[in-house]
């Protein structure tokens, strides 16, 4: 190719490039808070809490709240059980206990990954609106009934702006 050939082709590649960073960009601009917690050894002792503190601090937004578990092979179960305690900035708080699975029922696991790593993605509450800006708590403790769960990478926390149309 000639050089006058090529220019129109840089130019439509540097258009594409740039749609992609903008479109990427714009991807995560409804991420409020993202925190994501190693736990030690891959094995989660039933006494360990994983503790995440989110800062809210406009009330007039719709948000989704929600985990990312990563496990390996060595993850016994199909579910995992949390105990979820919110403490808000006024100082009330809430236990949840919730239950999520990690498999289908033939064994197949869920989540992204391959052979040696899962990671599994759980909504947690869908369309919240918080009363008061401030730093919300949430302590997350293991209970499967077993003192120690092996095969636990991390637990992440997410919180994600939407549109309250679409909730």
Same mark, same amino acid.
């Given at each position: 190719?000639?050089?006058?050939?090529?220019?129109?082709?840089?130019?439509?590649?540097?258009?594409?490039?740039?749609?992609?960073?903008?479109?990427?960009?714009?991807? =995560?601009?409804?991420?409020?808070? &993202?925190? @994501?917690?190693?736990? /030690?050894?891959? *094995?989660?002792?039933?006494?360990?809490? +994983?503790?995440?503190?989110?800062?809210?601090?406009?009330?007039?937004?719709?948000? =989704?709240?929600?985990?990312?578990? &990563?496990? @390996?092979?060595?993850? /016994?179960?199909? *579910?995992?059980?949390?105990?979820?305690? +919110?403490?808000?900035?006024?100082?009330?708080?809430?236990?949840?206990?919730?239950?999520?699975?990690l498999a289908e029922p033939d064994g197949r696991w869920l989540g992204k990954g391959n052979d040696d790593s899962r990671t599994v993605n759980w909504l947690y509450k869908r369309g919240v609106k918080m009363r008061q800006p401030g730093t919300y708590s949430f302590v997350v403790r293991q209970g499967m009934r077993r003192d120690r769960?092996?095969?636990?990478?991390?637990?992440?926390?997410?919180?994600?702006?939407?549109?309250?149309?679409?909730?």
């Amino acid at each position: 190719m000639t050089g006058h050939r090529m220019l129109p082709v840089i130019r439509k590649t540097r258009v594409l490039l740039v749609l992609v960073l903008v479109g990427l960009a714009s991807c =995560n601009q409804s991420l409020v808070y &993202e925190e @994501n917690r190693e736990i /030690p050894g891959k *094995n989660w002792h039933k006494d360990s809490l +994983v503790v995440f503190a989110a800062a809210i601090e406009d009330t007039s937004n719709v948000l =989704n709240f929600g985990f990312s578990f &990563e496990h @390996n092979n060595d993850y /016994p179960y199909s *579910n995992l059980w949390l105990f979820i305690d +919110v403490k808000g900035p006024e100082g009330h708080q809430q236990t949840d206990t919730m239950e999520f699975f990690l498999a289908e029922p033939d064994g197949r696991w869920l989540g992204k990954g391959n052979d040696d790593s899962r990671t599994v993605n759980w909504l947690y509450k869908r369309g919240v609106k918080m009363r008061q800006p401030g730093t919300y708590s949430f302590v997350v403790r293991q209970g499967m009934r077993r003192d120690r769960l092996d095969g636990v990478q991390s637990l992440s926390m997410w919180v994600e702006k939407i549109n309250p149309e679409t909730k």
